[in-house]
């Protein structure tokens, strides 16, 4: 049986690097560190999380848990014609929702973009995607209202 590909939104990686019990819950539920497919992640997320990382002061422990995130994801470029592709679709999807247009912020659309570029399930922890999936894009989106709860 071939395990799930997964490209993990930049709120996932930063619950991975807090270590707390949304990151606990996410790396034991999708298998994130034990799988022999290495998680994915847009480069969008590596500037993302730095800019975060850069305005809330983190000291070097915490960039080094960072750093070897990243290193541990394999890193889903922009550039390819199939990114981009999907981004206009996922632009053009958004502005004409049903329910109204969806103003996506353009790195969560570089973000599923890549995601469905490259095969993968977009794991969130946030609403962001939800007007996208399951029709236009796989992903699945963990509340962490929920893993609190349950904590």
């Known amino acids: 049986m071939s395990q799930r590909l997964y490209l993990l939104d930049t ?10 019990a949304l990151g606990l819950y996410l790396d034991q539920r999708f298998g994130l560190r034990r ?3 290495r998680p994915l992640v847009s480069v969008v997320s590596l500037g993302e ?3 975060l990382a850069e305005r809330n002061g983190w000291g070097s422990t915490k960039l080094e848990a960072l750093s070897n995130a990243f290193a541990s994801l394999v890193v889903v470029d922009i550039h390819h014609p199939a990114v981009i592709d999907a981004y206009v679709e996922f632009d053009l999807v958004s ?3 049903s329910g109204g247009a969806r103003n ?3 790195n969560d659309l570089w973000i599923a973009a890549c995601s469905k570029a490259a095969g993968a ?3 969130t922890t946030d609403n962001d995607f939800s007007h996208l999936i ?4 796989v992903g699945e989106v963990i509340n962490p209202a929920d893993v ?3 904590g």
Not at 11 to 20: M, S
Not at 134 to 137: D, E, F, G, T
């Open 11 to 20: 709120n996932v990686i930063l619950a991975l690097v807090r270590g707390k």
């Open 35 to 37: 799988s022999s497919q």
């Open 49 to 51: 999380a730095r800019v």
């Open 95 to 97: 502005q004409s929702h």
């Open 104 to 106: 996506m912020g353009k």
């Open 121 to 123: 399930t977009l794991l």
């Open 134 to 137: 399951p029709v236009h894009l």
């Open 148 to 150: 609190s709860a349950a």
